[in-house]
């Protein structure tokens, strides 16, 4: 059994917001329907929500050097 912890602090309302937890942090920005995120590990990601239930999303590696 594993235990996760997770705190979403809201940086500016409906626009920027850090999460921390338990294998690093990560901080989006955007609102609900659109949104891009970045973590601790270097990825980076994209999030749109389409009309009829629909959800575009892109996720990139951190690249090794």
């Not at 942090?25 to 999030?47: E, I, M, N, V, Y």
Request: charged residues 25%; positive net charge.
């Amino acid at each position: 059994m594993s235990f996760n912890y997770h705190k979403r602090i809201t940086l500016i309302p409906k626009l920027l917001h850090l999460t921390i937890g338990t294998h690093g942090w990560s901080l989006s920005l955007g609102g609900r329907r659109a949104h891009l995120t970045r973590d601790s590990h270097g990825r980076r990601g994209a999030a749109v929500r389409l009309p009829g239930g629909f959800t575009w999303r892109r996720h990139s590696r951190r690249h090794r050097h």
